[in-house]
C-alpha cells in the first residue's frame, strides 16, 4: 500500500533553516511528482510547491521562493523539503502528498501523517 | 487570505443534509477541475472528491461535489457523526500556476 513517512518534530530558533523529510512506498517513487503543503495551528492548507523525483525538477509558490527548497534522494525514495530563515509565522505541520497531474486539474491522493516544525527562541 | 471562499462553519442534524460552498474565479475554478478534502481532528487531509464530482475508493455515496462556472458545492447527505471535520476544496489556479486551497469549512453534527 501506498505510505509516505514523514521525519519526527522539530523544534528551531528563529533565522534557522529546517529540513523535513518524506519517504515513499508502495509505488514506483520516480513516476509521482511529491509535493508539501503546511497548516498553522488552527489555521487552513497553504501549498508551498512541488518536486519531480525523477528529473529533480520544482516548482515553488511565489510566497516561499528564495526560502525554500525540496530536494531528493532516489535511492532512499525520499524527497525533502528545507525552509530557511526561520521565523515564528513558520510554526506550523507540514504535510508531504503524492501528487496527481491531470490535464485541468493537480490533486494531492496520498498524505504523510505531518510533521510539527515549531520556531521559538 | 484565501481566494478561494469558504464559509467558516457549517452545521446539521444526524440524517440532514448540509452542503458546503466554495467560491472562486476564472483562472482557478472557473478553468480546472475542484477537488475537496476531509480533515478529521489531529489527522491529516484525506482526498475526498476529485475532478469536481468523483469519489475515490472508500469514500461513501454520501459525499457528492458539483460545479457551476466559477463556484463549487461539497454536499453531505444522511448526516453521521464522524463526519464532523473540517472540509477544504482546491483547485489549481492558471495565473499563479500553483493550488489554491479554500480557508476551511468546520463541520458540526448536533
Known amino acids: 500500500q501506498v505510505q509516505l513517512v514523514q521525519s519526527g518534530a522539530e523544534v528551531k530558533k528563529p533565522g534557522a533553516s529546517v529540513k523535513v523529510s518524506c519517504k515513499a512506498s508502495?509505488?514506483?517513487?520516480?513516476?509521482?511528482?511529491i509535493t508539501w503543503v503546511r497548516q498553522a495551528t488552527g489555521q487552513g492548507l497553504e501549498w508551498m510547491g512541488w518536486m519531480n523525483p525523477n528529473s529533480g525538477n520544482t516548482g515553488y509558490a511565489q510566497k516561499f521562493q528564495g526560502r525554500v527548497t525540496m530536494t531528493r534522494n532516489t535511492s532512499k525514495n525520499t524527497v525533502y523539503m528545507e525552509l530557511s530563515s526561520l521565523r515564528s509565522e513558520d510554526t506550523a505541520v507540514y504535510y508531504c502528498?503524492?501528487?496527481?497531474?491531470?490535464?485541468?486539474?493537480?490533486?494531492?491522493?496520498?498524505w504523510g501523517q505531518g510533521t510539527l516544525v515549531t520556531v521559538s527562541s | 487570505q484565501s481566494v478561494l471562499t469558504q464559509p467558516p462553519s457549517a452545521s446539521g442534524t444526524p440524517v440532514q443534509r448540509v452542503t458546503i460552498s466554495c467560491s472562486g474565479s476564472?483562472?482557478?475554478?472557473?478553468?480546472?477541475?475542484v477537488y475537496w478534502y476531509q480533515q478529521l481532528p489531529g489527522t491529516a487531509p484525506r482526498l475526498l472528491i476529485y475532478r469536481n464530482n468523483q469519489r475515490p475508493s472508500g469514500v461513501p455515496d454520501r459525499f457528492s461535489g458539483s460545479k457551476s462556472g466559477t463556484s463549487a458545492s461539497l454536499a453531505i447527505s444522511g448526516l453521521r457523526s464522524e463526519d464532523e471535520a473540517d472540509y477544504y476544496c482546491a483547485a489549481w489556479d492558471d495565473r499563479l500556476s500553483g493550488v489554491l486551497f479554500g480557508g476551511g469549512t468546520k463541520l458540526t453534527v448536533l
Open positions: 508502495g509505488y514506483t517513487f520516480s513516476s509521482y511528482d
Open positions: 476564472i483562472s482557478n475554478i472557473g478553468s480546472n477541475y
Open positions: 502528498a503524492r501528487v496527481m497531474w491531470e490535464q485541468l486539474g493537480y490533486y494531492f491522493d496520498y
